[in-house]
């Protein structure tokens, strides 16, 4: 049996966590009763090998889990701030344009303001 482990680089997330393990399935064999022994110390290193391979794997999911969701708090951050900079700079122009004081709801209603 051939069940060389491959990890290889993915470009779509961060190095941290941009690796995939690509192995061969086992070749479905018949079993010889004069190799039981050898099979079954192949099955477990198989055993071994998939229970390491699934430890990588939930490894990989959970670190790139965390990686989006840090992704996508900096970016609501981002969001809120830069929101609220182009409001102010709205509030600040109709302002100005209108030479009156304008309110908050000013720009959602469309209505003057007495």
Do not use: C
Request: glycine content about 2%; charged content about 35%.
């Amino acid at each position: 049996m051939n069940n060389e482990l491959k990890i290889t680089e993915q470009n779509t997330i961060p190095e941290t966590v941009g690796y995939r393990i690509e192995t061969p399935l086992p070749e479905m064999e018949t079993i010889d009763e004069s190799e039981e022994a050898t099979s079954s110390e192949e099955l477990n290193q198989l055993i071994q090998q998939l229970q390491q391979e699934l430890t990588v794997e939930d490894k990989r999911h959970f670190d790139t889990i965390a990686y989006f969701k840090n992704r996508e708090k900096e970016e609501e951050e981002r969001h809120s701030k830069q929101h609220r900079l182009l409001e102010a700079r709205l509030l600040q122009a109709i302002t100005q344009a209108e030479d009156s004081i304008a309110d908050g709801d000013y720009w959602l209603n469309n209505t003057k303001i007495p």
